[in-house]
């Protein structure tokens, strides 16, 4: 289990965040939504079990693996939610005036390593998720410079 800085696991905050859009869909006047498909990210036992404490949770859902090959509308979504990190990538490379390389391998482990040495740890943890096997090796790097 990955946990946060501020102590939460990163299950129990999807799962929360997944439960909250939901809410705020019903709550918005979209009651006419017959049909609630999720791409399952973890078994519905677990997701209920994690939301268990929410002042309110809706649970008319349908958790389908590979849903974005099965309903069109957890594609679209996808495609959305790809565009907005994509945009929030971009502010954080203007930020830092640097091209940020995604995914995992050596290069992107220099340049994480070169993001903390350059503006400190606890900045690199704004920007990174630092919970991959990746983190020792950024650790590496930095004491071996």
């Given at each position: 289990m990955v946990i946060t800085a501020d102590g939460n696991s990163i299950d129990l905050i999807n799962n929360k965040i997944h439960n909250k859009v939901l809410v705020n869909m019903v709550r918005n006047n979209y009651n006419d939504v017959k049909y609630v498909?999720?791409?399952?990210?973890?078994?519905?036992?677990?997701?209920?079990?994690?939301?268990?404490?929410?002042?309110?949770?809706?649970k008319n859902i349908t958790f389908t693996t590979k849903?974005?090959?099965?309903?069109?509308?957890?594609?679209?979504?996808?495609?959305?939610c790809r565009y907005v990190f994509l945009m929030e990538m971009k502010k954080i490379e203007e930020k830092y005036q640097i091209?940020?390389?995604?995914?995992?391998g050596p290069e992107v482990d220099k340049q994480a390593a070169m993001i903390a040495k350059k503006y400190g740890v606890d900045e690199l943890r704004k920007i990174a998720k630092?919970?991959?096997?990746?983190t020792e090796k950024v650790k590496n790097i930095l004491e071996n410079e």
């Open positions: 498909v999720v791409d399952q990210f973890c078994f519905p036992k677990n997701y209920f079990e994690y939301i268990k404490d929410a002042k309110e949770v809706y849903a974005e090959d099965k309903c069109y509308a957890v594609a679209v979504s996808s495609i959305i091209f940020i390389k995604k995914g995992a630092l919970n991959f096997k990746n």
